[in-house]
Nanobody, 125 residues
């Protein structure tokens, strides 16, 4: 069993930056594939970025070059560095975890076993 708690959300002006964190509890964190998804008001949840336990990342085209996913296995923490934020990045951001490591080409579409409660990100002027 893995529990995930997100933090770091908030309000930021367009062009600004935020760093989200996701603290995990439970065993075997270093063996999990981890991901970030987001849900904008009135829209379905969508993939943002993911990272395998041995490295290898994937990200949505809409955030490439602006968002960076990383993990610290010693701290059992997942991060999402978000730069040059845009109003369309507004939404609730969820972290997720799954056992195993999909092949890199399948990473963006993988499903997850565990989800956090989410943290709100609002980008507006």
């Amino acid at each position: 069993q893995v529990q995930l708690v997100e933090s770091g959300g908030g309000w930021v002006q367009p062009g600004g930056s935020l760093r989200l964190s996701c603290a995990a509890s439970g065993r075997d964190f270093s063996t999990y594939t981890l991901g970030w998804h987001r849900q904008a008001p009135g829209k379905e949840r969508e993939f943002v970025a993911a990272i395998r336990h041995r490295g290898g990342t994937a990200s949505a085209d809409s955030v490439k070059g602006r968002f960076t996913i990383s993990r610290d296995n010693a701290k059992k923490t997942l991060y999402l560095q978000m730069n040059n934020l845009k109003p369309e990045d507004t939404g609730i951001y969820f972290c997720a975890a799954r056992a195993g490591s999909p092949i890199l080409s399948a990473l963006a579409g993988t499903t997850y076993d565990y989800w956090g409660q989410g943290t709100q990100v609002t980008v507006s002027s």
